[in-house]
């Protein structure tokens, strides 16, 4: 299966924080396959990333060889030497990434696809629940106001 790569539209981008637990208005978030992810943010956000993340690994800009190139190129270079050093020549993106990304990524040689709108993260894909949060319930909750 195909990485995912998600950059955020901004704080509160559903799919970033749906994969990663995490509400950052600039980071980078890979998913190789279960358990086997990274997330990749700015030292002012690193803290707060490794307390609320669900990510594996959780590394500094710096640390995953982040160069300043411009507000799109410098992210897809990045994500270009991360999904290399894997020998990785391909990634999947969410249909929301915004464009200038998508584009620059393609600008590195990566063949890059979309995660279909209709599934997002296959159920197989889905970082999974954190111990203690996977309870269901049965039935859907009663409005308070019900006397039954």
Do not use: C, N
């Amino acid at each position: 299966m195909k990485p995912i790569v998600l950059i955020p539209s901004g704080d509160g981008d559903a799919d970033f924080t749906y994969a990663t637990g995490f509400s950052v208005e600039t980071s980078l978030y890979i998913r190789f396959g279960e358990g086997d992810d990274v997330l990749v943010t700015s030292p002012l956000e690193i803290e707060r990333a490794r307390v609320q993340s669900k990510a594996s690994r959780t590394l500094l800009l710096a640390e995953a060889g982040y160069e300043e190139s411009g507000p799109f190129v410098s992210y897809a270079r990045l994500v270009a030497r991360i999904l290399r050093e894997r020998a990785v020549e391909s990634a999947r993106v969410s249909p929301r990434l915004q464009a200038g990304y998508l584009e620059a990524l393609r600008e590195t040689g990566l063949e890059i696809g979309s995660i279909a709108p209709s599934s997002r993260l296959s159920a197989g894909e889905r970082p999974r629940k954190r111990h203690g949060s996977s309870r269901r319930r049965s039935t859907p909750p009663r409005p308070r106001w019900s006397r039954s």
